[in-house]
């Protein structure tokens, strides 16, 4: 299907809403996406159909439930081409799937290993890390990144030695909107026999994810980011690395045989799931990512990419607004700041026109310091954004501008 956008916007009916007297403009998709009808509706008819436990039915909903369910667990694992479905794990969030891995890799770090990040770490991948190293007595490295944003590749290839025994590194900055080249890092990771981790929260919503083609070993997600739920998400993991991870949370679900003293783990994905899981979430995501393959990613990233280079080149003709992060390969982030105004200000005034963006440190504050600024404010488009909208962000942006002056 082609993209039509004013169709696609039909879709999401809070973006037929006012905010503060005028119409919507959103346009802060890199913290959460809004979520189409498709969504909604597998939400409402998961609750009013077919609510049920899953995996412990002796009854008709139950087995609906997990075969919805685990339906699901297929769609994420075609969705980013993974090897066998027993590898999508499901989690809260990006957070907690690295967290996931941190605590099996904090088990097995010691001191003279190497953990290395980058410089523009979200901070559930820094301070994951970073706690990881503390415990374990292993060092963290930073590689370095350039004044634009972009990764400093040589850098990263220096900091590699047969001490580096992990490497955890965005996809996409959610801060720069910078895209690493995340097939050759990890090669070269690989080569080292270091594990590789990507934080794919910014990298999953714009375009098709491929984590056999990328080599990695561990892939983490949220549902949010990619039109799905709230508090669903993924992590990926070779089914040879998982199938050896210290279990994380322990409990129901997750067990294969408990005596009084002991317990043994059930198999994958089980193992690293226990309790209730979230099932109207995973159902939600499942949805979500039906809802985006019927779309072309290319014809997504291409109209991204023209939302972005409105974007930048109204932003170089605005007087005292400079862009930060301009790394030649970027998704639909814009980060800048403006002269004589704080990131905060600039935020407020725009919504006050019902223009919604992030301004802050964008859980990034080493990042900040490192490019010198108190924060950003930072626009992210997606899919049902459209060139009026930037339009209308620049004309925002300008009137603050003068309320500032
Ligand atoms: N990493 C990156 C790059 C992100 O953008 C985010 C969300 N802003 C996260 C990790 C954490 O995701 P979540 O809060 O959904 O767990």
Do not use: T, W
């Given at each position: 299907m082609s993209l039509n956008v004013a169709d696609i916007r039909q879709q999401?009916?809070?973006?037929?809403r006012e905010v503060n007297g005028r119409p919507l403009v959103y346009l802060d998709n890199a913290a959460t996406t809004q979520k189409p009808l498709a969504v909604i509706n597998a939400l409402v008819d998961y609750y009013t159909q077919c609510n049920s436990n899953v995996h412990?039915?002796?009854?008709y909903l139950s087995d609906e439930a997990t075969r919805r369910y685990e339906a699901a667990r297929q769609t994420v694992a075609t969705y980013i081409n993974a090897g066998r479905s027993e590898e999508v794990i499901w989690t809260s969030g990006t957070t907690e799937g690295i967290n996931l891995v941190a605590n099996g890799v904090a088990q097995r770090l010691k001191a003279g290993d190497d953990v290395l990040v980058t410089e523009m770490e979200h901070h559930a991948d820094l301070v994951t890390w970073q706690q990881a190293c503390k415990r374990s007595g292993a060092t963290l490295k930073v590689v370095p990144i350039h004044?634009?944003?972009?990764?400093?590749v040589d850098a990263f290839h220096e900091s590699l030695s047969d001490n580096t025994a992990f490497v955890a590194m965005p996809h996409v900055s959610n801060a720069l909107g910078t895209v690493n080249p995340i097939k050759e890092l990890t090669a070269a990771a690989k080569s080292k026999g270091a594990l590789v981790l990507v934080d794919g929260a910014q990298g999953v919503a714009h375009g098709a994810i491929d984590v056999q083609d990328i080599g990695c070993d561990f892939y983490a997600f949220s549902g949010h980011k990619v039109f799905g739920p709230t508090g669903i998400g993924v992590l990926w993991g070779r089914f040879d690395v998982l199938n050896e991870w210290p279990v994380w949370l322990v409990g129901g679900e997750m067990i294969a045989t408990v005596s009084y003293q002991d317990a043994t783990w059930g198999e994958l994905p089980n193992r690293l799931e226990a309790g209730t899981p979230n099932i109207a979430g995973v159902i939600g995501l499942a949805a979500a990512l039906d809802w985006i393959q019927q779309y072309d990613a290319a014809e997504i990233r291409a109209h991204e990419q023209a939302l972005l280079a409105r974007a930048t080149e109204l932003a170089k003709q605005t007087e005292g607004l400079r862009i930060i992060g301009d790394a030649p390969n970027k998704i639909g982030v814009l980060s800048f700041v403006l002269e004589g105004a704080h990131p905060a200000d600039i935020g407020f005034l725009l919504d006050k026109q019902g223009i919604a963006i992030r301004t802050g440190d964008h859980c990034a504050q080493p990042l900040m310091k490192r490019l010198n600024v108190p924060g950003t404010a930072r626009a992210s488009f997606t899919i049902y954004n459209t060139l009026d909208e930037v339009d209308q962000l620049f004309a925002g942006i300008n009137k603050a501008r003068m309320m500032l002056a």
């Open positions: 999401f009916p809070i973006l037929f412990r039915g002796a009854h004044d634009n944003g972009e990764l400093n």
